[in-house]
């Protein structure tokens, strides 16, 4: 009795081991975020990194931010001599990795921006995502 005990400790200490060890769910971090506004102060495109620590992926669904009317998730590519955005309705972001959002790449599109903004200031954007759901970061609004 006393080694059919034994061994069922011996097999459950690893087992609960690795169980705590192993990664679970995803872990959402955004940083860097920052918006452009256009020449004339009614669109921006907004730019920021998403990164996954975690073991799972999650998917990034929306964006929406505190100075405009409307957002879009879109990507920036190029087809032959031209650049096109093409719309993203939602956007993977895989365990482990992350994806940045830059110009020519992927940004959100923001459209109909409140009047009276000016570099400087900071605009709340809130992401929303399949699993991890809400994460508010505050973007600063910038020419670069």
Not at 14 to 43: K, M, Q, T, Y
Not at 67 to 94: C, F, R, W
Request: aromatic share 8%; charged share 20%.
């Amino acid at each position: 009795m006393k080694n059919k005990f034994a061994l069922l400790i011996a097999l459950i200490i690893p087992l609960l081991f690795l169980s705590a060890c192993a990664p679970s769910g995803p872990s959402i971090s955004v940083e860097d975020a920052w918006i452009r506004p256009d020449p004339l102060w009614e669109n921006a495109a907004g730019y920021f990194t998403v990164s996954n620590d975690g073991g799972e992926s999650d998917i990034l669904q929306s964006v929406s931010i505190s100075i405009s009317a409307a957002e879009s998730l879109h990507q920036t590519v190029m087809e032959g001599d031209v650049h096109k955005m093409l719309p993203v309705e939602n956007l993977e972001i895989a365990a482990g990795d992350s994806v940045t959002f830059a110009p020519l790449s992927y940004h959100v599109m923001i459209m109909g921006l409140d009047s009276g903004l000016d570099y400087g200031q900071t605009a709340s954007m809130i992401f929303e995502f399949e699993k991890s759901g809400s994460i508010e970061v505050q973007a600063e609004i910038r020419a670069e």
